[in-house]
Each structure stands twice: as C-alpha cells, then as structure tokens.
T-cell receptor, first 114, second 112 residues
Framework: DAGVIQSPRHEVTEMGQEVTLRCKPISGHNSLFWYRQTMMRGLELLIYFNNNVPIDDSGMPEDRFSAKMPNASFSTLKIQPSEPRDSAVYFC????????????FGEGSWLTVV | AQTVTQSQPEMSVQEAETVTLSCTYDTSESNYYLFWYKQPPSRQMILVIRQEAYKQQNATENRFSVNFQKAAKSFSLKISDSQLGDTAMYFCAFGQSYQLIWGAGTKLIIKP
C-alpha cells in the first residue's frame, strides 16, 4: 500500500499565480480531507469529501480556494490567485468513513507564496 | 464550543525515560473518539493511539499508553522507554465523526 500520495512536495510561487496541489488517496478509502497547517492557526480542515462528493467545505478560506474530486483516486486543491498568507503545509488525508477509524495523512505539500 | 488544550508547548527528556504529554478537552457529547497523532520532522501525521470514550479501559500500544479520565475530560499520553525516534510534534484530537478538533501540539525532544 503506497499510502496517500501528494504532489508537489514543495512549491514556491509568486503572488497572483495559480497553484494546484494534487492528491492520490489510498485505494478503498471513500473519504478524503484537505487540511492546512500553519504555526499561527494549527491544523485546519478545509474540505471533506465522501464518495467523491464535497460534504463540508466550510473551512475553505475564500473563493480563491477550490477543490475537486473527479474520481475516487484523485483530488486537487487549487488556489487562484495565490497570496503570501496562503503559505502553509497542505495535507491530503484519507479515511474509511467510519467514526473512530484512522485518518491517513499524506506527506504534505509545502507551499510558499512570495 | 468544543476545544482541545495541550498545555505543554515543548518537552524534552533523556532517552529511555518515561514522559507524559497532557491533553484536556471540552465537549458536551457523551460518545466520541480521542486520538494522539505524531508528526515527526518528515511532517507526515501518523496515528499513535486511539481511545473510544465509552470504553473505560485505557488504550495501550506497545510503549504508548493513555490515561483517559472522562469525567475530568483528560486524555494524557505516556511514552515509556522513550527513543530518539519519538522526537516529534504530538497532537491530541477528538471527534465523533469526520470532523476532529485538534490541539496545538506538544513538541517532544528526546535527548541521547
């Protein structure tokens, strides 16, 4: 089992540019999360998908952020246009959808917007 | 509001010592799940141990054990015979479903 795979691992971009983060979840996991981690705000849930459908996007900061899950094996988080305050580590995580079960995190995408 | 408090921002102990990380939480729910996750320098969050609130018996996983005090809303993590590889950020979290409430984390440093 390869685990949750995220790309890119690191990205440095200029303010105003579009950023796309990618995630391949673990096969068989019907639920997927995008989290953001910063020193100031800790770990924040951005969006939760179940069976490829966005269930809870209340954590998405603003319209500049969008997430899609076109199929069970792929998801993207897009930021357009990016701003310096978007600099953070973005985690994709998978889950079996059963309360109490382990959430499996990817290694994260470290985004720096200059 | 539901909250998680980890009162120790940073701790350090010598290798082979025992260390306890504290976590308190606040909820009006009676049934939920509690977790400790570890985030080593590689950044990937990994589950260390979990506890179901309706179970009185404290969970254990090898060198890791918890002291769950439901009435006090306390969920501490004890690491026995600490190893250099235990150096990491440790996050306490709880929840009933997909939405977990996360603590701010405790940075644990194991010194050789």
């Amino acid at each position: 089992d390869a685990g949750v795979i995220q790309s890119p691992r690191h990205e440095v971009t200029e303010m105003g540019q579009e950023v796309t983060l990618r995630c391949k979840p673990i096969s068989g996991h019907n639920s997927l999360f995008w989290y953001r981690q910063t020193m100031m705000r800790g770990l924040e849930l951005l969006i939760y998908f179940n069976n490829n459908v966005p269930i809870d996007d209340s954590g998405m900061p603003e319209d500049r952020f969008s997430a899609k899950m076109p199929n069970a094996s792929f998801s993207t988080l897009k930021i357009q246009p990016s701003e310096p305050r978007d600099s953070a580590v973005y985690f994709c995580a998978g889950w079996m959808g059963v309360p109490g079960n382990t959430i499996y995190f990817g290694e994260g995408s470290w985004l720096t917007v200059v | 509001a539901q909250t998680v408090t980890q009162s120790q921002p940073e701790m350090s102990v010598q290798e082979a010592e025992t260390v306890t990380l504290s976590c308190t939480y606040d909820t009006s729910e009676s049934n939920y799940y509690l977790f400790w996750y570890k985030q080593p320098p590689s950044r990937q969050m990994i589950l260390v141990i979990r506890q179901e609130a309706y179970k009185q018996q404290n969970a254990t996983e090898n060198r890791f054990s918890v002291n769950f005090q439901k009435a006090a809303k306390s969920f501490s993590l004890k690491i026995s015979d600490s190893q250099l590889g235990d150096t990491a950020m440790y996050f306490c979290a709880f929840g009933q479903s997909y939405q977990l409430i996360w603590g701010a984390g405790t940075k644990l440093i194991i010194k050789p």
